[in-house]
Nanobody, 122 residues
């Protein structure tokens, strides 16, 4: 069982920045692809970004490309999501995911964190 714990959420003004972290204690962290998804009230969970196990490949939703950066530190068993130029429409609960595939659909991922709230005020 892979347990994922997100941190770094909060309230930020439009145009601001935040960095999310997702940590796990699993020793095989470096073998998993990692992803970030988000879910706004009344909406389905949507793909934000993903990074493969070696950090050699990344993928971003068009809505965040150029503003968000996903990275990982396998020595610290942690994946990050650096968010800048935040917009009110980025407001959502952000979830960390781990899996063997690197797809854009939630069903592609095997393990999920509990989520962390990001609220961007206008």
């Amino acid at each position: 069982q892979v347990q994922l714990v997100e941190s770094g959420g909060g309230l930020v003004q439009a145009g601001g920045s935040l960095r999310l972290s997702c940590a796990t204690s699993v020793r095989t962290f470096s073998t998993y692809n990692m992803g970030w998804f988000r879910q706004a009230p009344g909406k389905e969970r949507e793909f934000v970004a993903a990074i493969n196990w070696s950090a050699g490949r990344t993928d971003y939703a068009d809505s965040v490309k150029g503003r968000f950066t996903i990275s990982r530190d396998n020595a610290k068993n942690t994946v990050y999501l650096q968010m800048s130029s935040l917009k009110p429409e980025d407001t959502a609960v952000y979830y960390c995911a781990a899996g063997y595939l690197m797809g854009r659909l939630p069903g592609s991922w095997n393990y999920w964190g509990q989520g962390t709230q990001i609220t961007v005020s206008s």
